[in-house]
């Protein structure tokens, strides 16, 4: 498929990386000559310098043939007019980067004015992936299938847990609760586990199942489920701004530190429930006498990664239940989880994820559709849903019969609101929404799981 991407930012770039090895055809534009040489030097991609919201760009871009014309750059409204003026062009599908709050409440009226197909804002985003750690907060990550009835939890294994030398196969057993542990990290090595691959310490596991299930599971070996009552965030920029309110909306009080004092003036004024502190968050002895050590939860959002990791270190010292931190930089997050700050977020890995996902939506059209995509580890596995169609190979069959390529596991299952962990005399209906995990990127449709015929 032609894809346009206008803006070459670290959105622009990652994702421009990431569809270029799907095998894609990509032409990347950008004003900033410097940004496009990088592109141009390291992936095989077109590049055009130029203002990507201009009719003469865009046309000698090929907007007109295009499949998808993705709008990421700084500004929401060159992202809007770029949109525009490439569907009136002819291009099949347009994505903009809409994140400034005032325009959160148009966003439908912008896609049927403006006929944009996706809108992304990796702000508001990113806060609702934080807010589900709040509400889960021994999770390390948390990943929402089939309408939230099915979840990915992540949770690193230390050496009290009474599942620490047991196969997966009795872990089960005795949890008594119907969940799957479909992924294991160990010494930076991914596995796809087996019943009889037994947990050590130190294992970071993925466990899909039911909310209910794996809250079961999570009492079980004894980590606590509560949601947290109170959060400090550093950092009062737009996710900021967003977290706080939904943090609000279900009863979570927010605290938030913010040196700059025009800002401070604006969230105070759109976040009255909220305390709002003007102050140097890196500031220990700030941080300190607004007890911090009294916090269920603490979020690092400055525009500044390091910022936000060393912080978090501090943070998670101070004893704080469940610390996030906000970093795009993925080289510093291996580091930072070694020393217990879990959950590090990247804002342009969500962002990236939510266009692959439709962009794969759009690409496979045989056996069942992508619903929701997720890169987990790095990017070295992905979790999908698919829809089952019954143009989907071995129809009907039990998934124990299915040619199912090693390195994949059907994970969950979900049909007319209900949801199942599969065994292999399970059969896929029609209509059912597929969990799949795979260390093989670039599923587009559920026959990818297949070995070839």
Do not use: W
Request: aromatic letters at 6%; hydrophobic letters at 40%.
């Amino acid at each position: 498929m032609r894809i346009l991407i206008v803006g070459n930012g670290k959105v622009g770039y990652t994702l421009a990386e990431s569809l270029a090895s799907e095998k894609h055809d990509i032409t990347v534009i950008d004003k900033d000559y410097d940004a496009l040489s990088s592109a141009a030097e390291r992936l095989d991609v077109m590049h055009l310098k130029g203002n990507g919201a201009s009719i003469s760009t865009l046309k000698q871009a090929g907007a007109e043939n295009a499949g998808i014309v993705i709008a990421v750059t700084m500004s929401d409204e060159v992202n809007m007019l770029c949109c525009l003026t490439a569907k009136k062009l002819g291009a099949k599908h347009t994505i903009a980067r809409i994140r400034d709050p005032e325009y959160v409440r148009d966003v439908s009226m912008f896609k049927r004015q403006l006929d944009i197909d996706l809108v992304i804002n990796p702000e508001r985003s990113t806060a609702a992936e934080i807010m589900r750690l709040l509400r889960f907060p021994a999770a390390v990550e948390i990943d929402t299938f089939s309408g939230g009835q099915i979840e990915l939890v992540g949770l690193r294994v230390i050496k009290d847990d009474f599942i620490c030398g047991m196969s997966i196969k009795e872990l089960r057993k005795k949890t008594k609760a119907e969940i799957l542990i479909c992924i294991v990290e160990r010494g930076g090595n991914v596995h796809i586990p087996r019943g009889d691959f037994v947990i050590e310490s130190g294992d970071l596991v993925f466990v899909a199942g039911m909310y209910t299930d794996i809250t079961k599971f999570f009492r079980a070996i004894g980590r606590t489920t509560s949601m947290a009552e109170n959060v400090m965030i550093l950092g009062g920029g737009k996710t900021a701004y967003y977290l706080a309110a939904q943090a609000h909306r279900v009863g979570i009080k927010s605290v938030i530190i913010e040196v700059d004092e025009a800002k401070c003036a604006r969230l105070a004024e759109g976040l009255p429930h909220a305390t709002v502190i003007n102050g140097d968050g890196m500031e220990q002895e700030l941080l300190e006498s607004e007890n911090i050590r009294g916090m269920d939860a603490f979020a690092a959002l400055t525009r500044s990664d390091e910022e936000n990791l060393i912080i978090s270190l501090f943070a998670n010292q101070c004893g704080v239940r469940k610390v996030v931190a906000k970093a795009d930089r993925q080289n510093y997050a291996p580091f930072v989880k070694s020393l217990g700050v879990e959950s590090v977020i990247s804002p342009k890995e969500i962002t990236v994820n939510h266009i692959l996902h439709f962009v794969r939506g759009l690409t496979g059209s045989r056996g069942g559709s992508v619903k929701a995509l997720y890169r987990l580890l790095d990017g070295r596995v992905e979790a999908l849903e698919f829809v089952v169609s019954r143009d989907m190979r071995g129809f009907g069959e039990k998934i124990k019969d299915l040619p199912i390529k090693s390195g994949v596991v059907i994970a969950a299952i979900s049909h007319s609101g209900k949801s199942i962990v599969p065994d292999g005399h399970t059969v896929l209906k029609e209509g059912d929404n597929v969990v799949v995990v795979t260390v093989h990127p670039g599923f587009d449709e559920l026959n990818d799981i297949f070995e070839r015929q």
